[in-house]
């Protein structure tokens, strides 16, 4: 893990965005690559953290192995944070500092929208599609 130098030039995958190759069996990488080309992309340790603690729920473990063997495939870059805030409120803050989102978190994707972030979400569990600001 290291701390990104340049947040401009990274699409953050989130948590959930992690477990999608695993749940709709649709490789976000391949399709992140394809849509910015010009974008690392990487994750944060909020979200390792929180993957981490999927992987102890019953019915989500083997999700969890999957994303976390797919994120090792990729060589997904992971930014040490150590913030104490709660990981979306991390990522909205990296995204004002000009980091795209991968996200399918309703709840998130309407954050970063409301402060005109750019943003990538997961389209009818098949495609990446991005919100560009």
């Not at 910015?36 to 909020?46: A, I, R, S």
Request: glycine share 4%; proline share 2%.
């Amino acid at each position: 893990m290291d701390r990104f130098p340049d947040w401009k030039k990274a699409l953050i995958l989130d948590t959930n965005m992690l477990l999608a190759p695993a749940q709709f069996n649709v490789d976000v990488y391949a399709q992140s690559r394809e849509l910015l080309p010009g974008k690392e992309l990487c994750t944060v340790d909020k979200c390792l953290e929180e993957l981490g603690k999927i992987s102890k729920e019953k019915g989500m473990a083997k999700k969890a192995k999957t994303a976390l063997e797919a994120m090792e495939k990729n060589r997904l870059r992971v930014a040490r944070i150590g913030s104490k805030k709660d990981t979306d409120s991390v990522l909205i803050e990296l995204a004002r500092e000009g980091a795209v989102i991968a996200t399918n978190d309703s709840e998130l994707r309407k954050k970063l929208q409301k402060q005109h972030s750019s943003h990538v979400f997961l389209k009818q569990k098949k495609m990446l599609s991005y919100s560009g600001s």
